[in-house]
């Protein structure tokens, strides 16, 4: 469990983590909301990253994001894509799935692979690790059928059980 980052200003929980680096020197300040506001670091400060990568995608306009035959709404939000292109924020959970097609080809424009390489909450390594295993026995499980191993699949089937009650017990029945 990792220990919360007071508020540089009030002592509250920090929300707003900034890195500031100028002439090679590392500086570190955290703030709530609310102090992050007094300080004049508003949200919209915070998103260049995001707009970045929004900028990076393909349509320039509304028109272009949404070629006529090809609205692609959020069934959860409603958030459409052109507005995701607009904004440059998603709208919720499902919208991943929703835009998936678009964000992957976002993401691989911004990152090598599809395998996460950046930061991990904490905690996740485990999960992660967990998942991961998961597919390798699956992929496993698949070619043991293909190759008529029975023995080997019933095995790997009973491996595979055991690692999705493991994931089911890591992530609270949120696999």
Same mark, same amino acid.
């Given at each position: 469990? %990792? ?5 540089? %200003? ?5 929300? #707003?983590?900034? @890195? ?5 020197? #590392? @500086? ?17 400060? =915070? +998103?260049?990253?995001?707009?970045? +990568?929004?900028?990076?995608? !393909?349509? #320039? %306009? *509304?028109?272009?994001? /949404? $070629? ?10 409603? =958030? @459409? ?15 991943? %799935?929703?835009?998936?097609? !678009? ?17 991990? $909450?904490?905690?996740? @390594? ?5 998942? !991961?295993? +998961? /597919? ?9 059928? /293909? ?16 690692? *999705?009650?493991?994931?089911? +017990? ?6």
């Amino acid at each position: 469990m %990792s220990k919360e980052i007071p508020c540089d %200003s009030c002592g509250q929980p920090a929300t #707003v983590h900034l @890195t500031k680096i100028t002439d090679n020197k #590392v @500086t570190k300040v955290h703030f709530c909301e609310k102090c992050a506001a007094k300080n004049g670091v508003g949200m919209d400060a =915070l +998103l260049p990253m995001a707009e970045a +990568l929004s900028a990076m995608a !393909e349509p #320039v %306009s *509304e028109s272009d994001a /949404e $070629p006529p035959g090809k609205s692609v709404t959020c069934p959860r939000c409603g =958030l @459409t894509l052109g507005e995701f292109h607009k904004g440059h924020r998603l709208g919720c959970a499902a919208c991943y %799935s929703a835009f998936g097609q !678009e964000l992957g080809a976002l993401l691989r424009k911004i990152q090598p692979g599809r395998a996460h390489c950046g930061k991990k $909450p904490s905690g996740a @390594t485990l999960r992660i690790a967990t998942h !991961e295993n +998961l /597919e390798d026995v699956r992929k496993n499980l698949r070619a043991a059928v /293909e190759a008529e191993r029975y023995e080997d699949a019933a095995r790997l089937r009973d491996r595979i059980r055991q690692l *999705e009650q493991e994931l089911s +017990l890591i992530t609270g029945g949120e696999a």
